[in-house]
């Protein structure tokens, strides 16, 4: 299989004699190489055909946030290229220590610079590369949890000579006395056991993760990677979304490519490597090929030829009138997460747990929306009339179709708030990501509230008329 090799418009002077490696800084390039293997499933055929066929047809996100499928997709993009140059920036910062100007380079990319375009099937190469980094990121998280794991042994050796070393307090000997040996404490041989076997595993998990790797080689290995992941970008998102750079000329990509791939390598270029440039293939161009054609057509297509300046992270902040505009987006969320809890809780006849959760969702309440859901309540509390099965029927039913299309969202939106604000324990993690346009983040204010009443309403009902035929069963 003949892989496809990525060129950089950039007179890149790499530094002669042994290249350092990256060392600590091994586990911020794991980061970035896990945020661009996130992207790239993301962009993958698969994922960009459920976001058109599901995600941007479910019926929360048409109930809630738009139907307009132009202004959802423009949200995704520009997410995802928030998200790429977070990543490139990450990327550069590495690059400056190796004397790649990746910087520069991404910034033409963006501006739609002649010289920046690349080869789209480049995309193909990155698969394979994909499975490189995949298993860098891997090794490096490992290495990052055994480093932990060691200098938790490693503390718990200084305690254990320190308290060897306590027992000698008190008046001062006649005659010195030697401190005792590790091996007198119980524990001790074992600790020590561990200590080594520890030291091995860490020093083996250096060799093959990014740790011992070259800042050369990783840098490079990322750059390829943001650059095809912003390329794949353009040709998905390209003729729909405005600001992202046009198409190259077909006749300039020959000679661009042969003049990028003697810059991205000099060394090989003064040795006159037999790396000659890829002859153009006859066809359309291949930097902006027509998206693949699905049941749900995307209508509001750009003009050709238009070029805007467009600032990404503008277009991700929620309006006022939204939920996420509103800063709610995670309360409400969190309140729809307790809500479908305590329904199962119900149905699984676990009394005291559903009560102390229905507690809780309360508090978790906004005053605004409890006042409404305390005034629907009140007049329906001074007259329940008689324990009706049928009636409590039809409020379970309505609970669950609601809940149908306002839990996913909710789900996705807990999900969401969590890749953006990663712990250590998750920053490695390079799965598909979930989009704001799926979130409540931009879901309509009034809209959401009433939905969110509505469910309340109904399953303080249900919980009522379950607590009601309990009690009468018991009488």
């Not at 350092?20 to 698969?46: D, N, V």
């Not at 291949?286 to 992270?313: A, E, F, N, Y």
Request: net charge positive; glycine share 6%; charged share 25%.
């Amino acid at each position: 299989m003949v892989v496809q090799k990525m060129w950089l418009p950039v007179d890149i002077r790499l530094p002669s004699g042994p290249q350092a490696a990256l060392g600590i800084l091994a586990f911020e390039a794991a980061a970035a190489m896990s945020k661009l293997l996130s992207l790239q499933r993301s962009l993958s055929e698969q994922e960009v055909a459920r976001l058109r066929s599901d995600t941007m047809r479910s019926p929360g996100v048409a109930y809630l946030n738009s139907t307009d499928q132009a202004f959802l997709l423009r949200l995704a993009c520009a997410e995802l290229v928030v998200s790429l140059d977070a990543a490139a920036a990450a990327v550069a910062r590495l690059g400056l220590r190796c004397g790649l100007d990746f910087g520069g380079v991404y910034a033409s990319l963006k501006a739609g610079s002649p010289d920046a375009r690349l080869d789209p099937l480049v995309a193909k190469g990155l698969k394979v590369k994909a499975k490189k980094m995949e298993r860098l990121v891997a090794s490096t998280a490992k290495l990052c949890s055994e480093m932990e794991a060691l200098d938790e042994l490693e503390a718990a050796e200084r305690k254990l000579a320190f308290r060897g070393w306590s027992r000698l307090s008190g008046p001062i000997p006649a005659q010195p006395v030697a401190p005792p040996p590790a091996g007198d404490s119980p524990g001790a041989d074992s600790l020590q056991q561990e200590l080594k076997t520890q030291r091995l595993k860490v020093r083996r998990l250096k060799e093959e993760s990014l740790w011992n790797q070259s800042y050369e080689k990783a840098v490079g290995l990322m750059a390829r990677a943001a650059c095809a992941v912003f390329s794949r970008i353009c040709t998905i998102f390209g003729a729909f979304v405005p600001g992202l750079p046009p198409p190259l000329p077909s006749t300039a990509t020959d000679s661009v490519q042969t003049r990028l791939s003697k810059l991205l390598n000099p060394r090989a270029a003064k040795a006159k490597a037999a790396s000659g440039p890829i002859t153009r293939r006859d066809g359309p161009s291949r930097v902006h090929p027509p998206m693949v054609s699905t049941s749900c057509p995307i209508i509001g297509l750009r003009p050709s030829g238009q070029k805007t300046t467009v600032d990404w992270r503008k277009l991700l902040d929620a309006p006022a009138r939204t939920v996420g505009g509103a800063g709610l987006d995670q309360q409400y969320a969190n309140v729809i997460v307790s809500a479908e809890q305590l329904l199962q809780m119900e149905a699984e006849g676990r009394q005291e747990e559903a009560n102390a959760e229905r507690a809780e969702m309360y508090e978790m309440l906004p005053a605004k929306l409890r006042a409404a859901v305390r005034s629907k309540l009140r007049d329906w509390w001074r007259d329940p009339g008689p324990l009706d099965a049928g009636l409590a029927q039809g409020w379970k039913d309505a609970v669950d179709r609601i809940m149908a299309w306002l839990g996913p969202m909710a789900r996705d939106t807990v999900q969401w708030q969590a890749e953006r604000n990663m712990d250590r324990t998750r920053r490695f993690d390079g799965g598909s990501r979930v989009y704001a346009l799926q979130t409540l983040r931009w879901a309509d204010k009034e809209k959401a509230e009433a939905a969110l009443v509505e469910v309340l309403v109904a399953l303080s009902c249900v919980c009522w008329y379950e607590e009601r035929r309990r009690g009468s069963v018991r009488l």
